[in-house]
């Protein structure tokens, strides 16, 4: 069974930084064709796809509008997924919920709150 849980939320000032996680259990990164994704919902909004990278190639992808405030990384070690965000905005306040894609389906984490205030 696929399962994903984040960690690494938090309050932060505008500016600062964190380093969100997301740990995958169920299949291993070395010998998968899966990708893990980062997305965030705000309250009120649809949820958005923010980063993703494949697990083995570790090709990666981002949201416009995210580019050059985000970096996504994978551990295959760990069979970890981790997304550093620098420069945080209030606007940047959101759960962010990572999500294996899998040739068996999509599986998601219940998410880690993401709050930019001063």
């Known amino acids: 069974q696929v399962r994903l849980v984040e960690s690494g939320g938090g309050l932060v000032q505008p500016g600062g930084s964190l380093r969100l996680s997301c740990v995958v259990s169920?299949?291993?990164?070395?010998?998968?064709?899966?990708?893990v994704r980062w997305h965030r919902q705000a309250p009120g909004q649809a949820r958005e796809f923010v980063a993703g990278?494949?697990?083995?190639?570790?090709?990666?992808n981002y949201a416009d509008s995210m580019q050059g405030r985000v970096t996504v990384s994978r551990d295959i070690a760990k069979n970890t997924v981790a997304l550093q965000m620098n420069g945080l905005k209030p606007e940047d306040t959101a759960a962010y919920y990572c999500?294996?894609?899998?040739?068996?389906?999509?599986?998601w984490g219940p998410g880690t709150q993401v709050t930019v205030s001063s």
């Open positions: 169920g299949f291993s990164f070395s010998f998968s064709s899966a990708a």
């Open positions: 999500q294996a894609i899998t040739t068996d389906g999509a599986y």
């Open positions: 990278i494949s697990v083995t190639g570790g090709i990666t």
